[in-house]
């Protein structure tokens, strides 16, 4: 894991140990009302669940390109990203870059892999973006589970909804020409795939920046797609 020294900077009734490589930033008093929003909204939390969250968390904030883990490592935090854009990603012998994951603002990220099984990790996570991230260990969450059932369900839920994503996206690399592919990221996230570089969407997708740009192109034309016996992966 590629760590770094913090310092804890006292924030109310808990402190925050805050990491960083760029300007110094204070921590939030109370939970961001970000990730207070993002739970609420599935779980009936009450307050003394949102405290012992907050009390779970670190600040961490990164440059563009840092990296939080690299393959090889057990990944041993979840991310929460207030600001700024992640990806979960690793590089194959041929030197071709694959994306498994993004994560901006409101989305959680690791290798979830290595996170739950302790098994040294295939990805590495890294900043396309700067970034300011909510940390939160696997200790942490393992005890928040054990003593707060209802921050137990709002983690199962994330879990089932990251699941039903990753079916959908698998049976579109297996069976979906990238028009279908590209379609259904840009319906399941516009501002992301207008906000992303063509060579990131085209990680993400399993396809050539080439093939991507062709589908943008003929998009932009309005012309129908090409027979997908014709159509080049």
Known sequence: MNERA????????????????????????????????HVLARVPACAGDLVALHQ?????CVPKREALSRPGDVARDLYFVESGCLRC????????????????????ISDFHSYFTGESSSYGVDALEESRLLVLSREQ??????????LARYFLGLLEG????????????????????YDEFVSSDRDLAQRLPQ????????????????????????LPPKPRSREPR
């Open 199 to 222: 060579h990131q969407i085209a990680s993400y997708l399993g396809v050539t920046p080439e093939s991507l740009s062709r589908v943008r192109g003929r998009i932009a034309k309005r």
């Open 162 to 181: 990251m699941a039903v994503a990753t079916h959908r996206r698998l049976v579109l690399l297996l069976s979906g020409s990238v028009r279908e592919r």
């Open 6 to 37: 913090g310092r804890t900077i006292p924030a109310g009734p808990t402190s925050w140990k805050m990491e960083t490589n760029g300007p110094t930033l204070p921590p939030p008093a109370a939970l961001p009302e970000l990730l207070r929003s």
């Open 56 to 60: 779970a968390l670190t600040l961490r």
């Open 141 to 150: 969450e393992q005890r928040l589970c054990a003593e707060h059932p209802v």
């Open 89 to 108: 990603h690793a590089t194959d012998l041929r030197g071709v870059d694959h994306v498994l994951r993004f994560a901006v603002e409101g989305w959680w």
